[in-house]
T-cell receptor
Framework: EAQVTQNPRYLITVTGKKLTVTCSQN?????MSWYRQDPGLGLRQIYY???????DKGDVPEGYKVSRKEKRNFPLILESPSPNQTSLYFC??????????????FGPGTRLTVT | AQSVTQLDSQVPVFEEAPVELRCNYS??????LFWYVQYPNQGLQLLLK??????LVKGINGFEAEFNKSQTSFHLRKPSVHISDTAEYFC?????????????FGKGTTLSVSS
């Protein structure tokens, strides 16, 4: 089944404790992104990647890091989480160019709480 | 840069009534337009998209949307809603150059269908 998976689905942590949220897709997509969803704000892009070793900042990158060492994986790293990073996080992937019809496929989400 | 305004944060309707969820966008470049649905505690699912061609776009679950370039709008409609349509709906845009890599989302409209 074609899908984007995220782990963990739920995470409660404390301020300053480094964490990684994994994202993996099995569709051989070139593009991958991370978004965060906050009530009343919709979804905002954190980082995106156009291919292996190619990443760039989205609209709200502060406090986050990403890496793209393999095509299928795009982990989100919070080196020193803070309470304002409590949010619902989504990973997404898409095919490059018009053959993918510009559709992004979303993972199930990771609910992160930082106390 | 693009921006999206969803004009209603909450829309309550009765079952079998018609519904329209309004979306306006702003952009200095040509865009692709999308509607996504998020059912409670789930990820985002694509309802429909406008890439080119006919301005009336039909999607899944009986939804349709009309692209109006002069009014920069992309309103979502359904002639008769069901209880199961209760969800949050997001309008999103992507500039041609960012297609597939970045989506700008509206803040969402919560559709509540009651019997």
């Amino acid at each position: 089944e074609a899908q984007v998976t995220q782990n963990p689905r739920y995470l409660i942590t404390v301020t300053g404790k480094k964490l990684t949220v994994t994202c993996s897709q099995n569709m051989n997509h070139e593009y991958m992104s991370w978004y965060r969803q906050d009530p009343g704000l919709g979804l905002r892009q954190i980082y995106y990647s156009m291919n292996v070793e190619v990443t760039d900042k989205g609209d709200v990158p502060e406090g986050y890091k990403v890496s793209r060492k393999e095509k299928r994986n795009f982990p989100l790293i919070l080196e020193s989480p803070s309470p304002n990073q409590t949010s619902l996080y989504f990973c997404a992937s898409s095919l490059k160019g018009p053959k993918g019809r510009y559709e992004q496929y979303f993972g199930p989400g990771t609910r992160l709480t930082v106390t | 840069a693009q921006s999206v305004t969803q004009l209603d944060s909450q829309v309550p309707v009765f079952e079998e009534a018609p519904v329209e969820l309004r979306c306006n966008y702003s952009s200095s470049v040509s865009v692709y337009l999308f509607w996504y649905v998020q059912y409670p505690n789930q990820g985002l699912q694509l309802l429909l998209k406008y890439l080119s061609g006919s301005t009336l776009v039909k999607g899944i679950n009986g939804f349709e949307a009309e692209f109006n370039k002069s009014q920069t709008s992309f309103h979502l409609r359904k002639p008769s809603v069901h209880i199961s349509d209760t969800a949050e709906y997001f309008c999103a845009v992507s500039g041609f150059a960012q297609a597939g890599t970045a989506l700008i989302f509206g803040k969402g409209t919560t559709l509540s269908v009651s019997s």
